[in-house]
T-cell receptor, first 112, second 112 residues
Framework: GNSVTQMEGPVTLSEEAFLTINCTYT??????LFWYVQYPGEGLQLLLK?????DKGSNKGFEATYRKETTSFHLEKGSVQVSDSAVYFC???????????FGDGTTLTVKP | DAGVIQSPRHEVTEMGQEVTLRCKPI?????LFWYRQTMMRGLELLIY????????DSGMPEDRFSAKMPNASFSTLKIQPSEPRDSAVYFC??????????FGPGTRLLVL
């Protein structure tokens, strides 16, 4: 079956540091890949996505590239801000009758 | 569009009482998902519907939980009788032809 494995957290960084959160997946077929973000007290919301191999998703300074050869979709940001503190979920969709498979989430805390 | 609407936003009840959570998906979306989120178990998919028909309820923890979708614009998740271990945040999400899921703000349930 499908699965998503995320880098374990929590992750604590200083403002303006470089961020990487690793995500690898197992899936049959050709899934679409997503990063969702959950701010405190809110539901998950889409951060970025990529629908085919070598696509790069980007939003709000975050980027992730769909790497089929390594089955990965690592999230990166060059300079994090305090406002980026949240839980980040990697997910895949498109191979299992309409539902998505989510990773366990990685909590990021950015300190001023 | 108002996004996914959930009610109530907070619910405090006593063990043994019936709890009904409500969800209005985004208009035009044909998939609806119910999730539960706790610190211990993370984000769990309970059940999902396609065109108002339940597709997969394998995540429903036990017979005390039931979900319905009588029409395209309304769904309920019912717990009867409720137990303290049901305390969690319950999210509803919907999606259309795009694979992105749109989450509601959640219902924070506390069973005393």
């Amino acid at each position: 079956g499908n699965s998503v494995t995320q880098m374990e957290g929590p992750v604590t960084l200083s403002e303006e540091a470089f961020l990487t959160i690793n995500c690898t997946y197992t899936a049959t077929g050709y899934p679409s890949l997503f990063w969702y973000v959950q701010y405190p007290g809110e539901g998950l919301q889409l951060l970025l996505k990529a629908t085919k191999a070598d696509d790069k998703g980007s939003n709000k300074g975050f980027e992730a590239t769909y790497r089929k050869e390594t089955t990965s979709f690592h999230l990166e940001k060059g300079s994090v801000q305090v406002s980026d503190s949240a839980v980040y979920f990697c997910a895949l969709s498109g191979t299992n009758a309409g539902k998505s498979t989510f990773g366990d989430g990685t909590t990021l805390t950015v300190k001023p | 569009d108002a996004g996914v609407i959930q009610s109530p936003r907070h619910e405090v009840t006593e063990m043994g009482q019936e709890v009904t959570l409500r969800c209005k998906p985004i208009s035009g979306h044909d998939y609806l998902f119910w999730y539960r989120q706790t610190m211990m178990r993370g984000l769990e998919l309970l059940i999902y519907f396609n065109n108002n028909v339940p597709i997969d309820d394998s995540g429903m923890p036990e017979d005390r939980f039931s979900a319905k979708m009588p029409n395209a614009s309304f769904s309920t998740l019912k717990i009867q009788p409720s137990e303290p271990r049901d305390s969690a945040v319950y999210f509803c999400a919907s999606r259309g032809t795009q694979e992105t899921q749109y989450f509601g703000p959640g219902t924070r349930l506390l069973v005393l």
